[in-house]
């Protein structure tokens, strides 16, 4: 029973560059959520989605990221025109659409991006 | 939204004692309570989490317990192993109705052999 898959595992990027980021739920999840997390610091919440829809992004910065969950494949966070300050690990995590437990979450191993 | 807030950042235990992390929450309407464990390098693990409709739950050497009069939850890590240590956070809805969680800040638990 494969978990929460993210890969790559390790990114890194030049300024000006665009980092992809991706995320395979657990199977039979259909709720994906993204957080980053800075060195010696908590996970700080980005962006939930369902499948097609984006459901909160409050904490999404308002310029060069975006996230997707199509219908078909897995969900991507994307970082355009990277700068110093996005290096970081971003983590995802997935949780059940429906039945018991639908808010429970579980993280994947997650992406460390390096920005040089 | 909710604040959560986690006490201690460090903690180190001898192996077999026990160890306490406590965390305070703000918003009186939240209503689910999970703790993770991470190692260096890897993602976050659920190892435990409550509901706003019990005060403690049991699982082997780990317990939590929730006070909602007072809006604190605990961690408690009974006959702690060395392979206990890892950084555990606590966490909390975002708001009311919200899945999105919101973190502490850590606890660094360090379990002396």
């Known amino acids: 029973n494969a978990g929460v898959m993210q890969n790559p595992r390790h990114l890194v990027r030049r300024r000006g560059q665009e980092a992809r980021l991706r995320c395979s739920p657990m199977?039979?999840?259909?709720?994906v959520y993204w957080y980053r997390q800075l060195p010696e610091e908590g996970l700080k919440f980005m962006v939930y989605?369902?499948?097609?829809?984006?459901?909160?992004e409050s904490g999404m910065p308002k310029e060069r990221f975006s996230a997707e969950f199509p219908k078909e494949g897995p969900s991507i966070l994307r970082i355009q025109q990277v700068v110093r300050g996005d290096s970081a690990a971003y983590f995802c995590?997935?949780?059940?659409?429906?039945?018991?437990?639908?808010?429970?979450?579980?993280f994947g191993p997650g992406t460390r991006l390096t920005v040089l | 939204g909710e604040n959560v807030e986690q006490h201690p950042s460090t903690l180190s235990v001898q192996e077999g004692d026990s160890a306490v992390i406590k965390c305070t929450y703000s918003d009186s309407a939240s209503n689910y309570f999970p703790w993770y464990k991470q190692e260096l390098g890897k993602g976050p693990q659920l190892i435990i989490d409550?509901?706003?409709?019990?005060g403690e739950k049991k699982d082997q050497r780990i317990a939590v317990t929730l006070n909602k009069t007072a809006k604190h939850f605990s961690l408690h890590i009974t006959e702690t192993q060395p392979e206990d240590s890892a950084v555990y956070f606590c966490a909390a809805p975002l708001g009311t109705g919200r899945r999105a969680l919101t973190f502490g800040s850590g606890t660094r638990l360090q379990v002396q052999p």
């Open positions: 409550i509901r706003s409709n019990v």
């Open positions: 995590a997935s949780s059940p659409g429906q039945g018991v437990g639908t808010d429970t979450q579980y």
């Open positions: 989605l369902q499948k097609e829809n984006i459901i909160d």
């Open positions: 199977k039979g999840h259909s709720h």
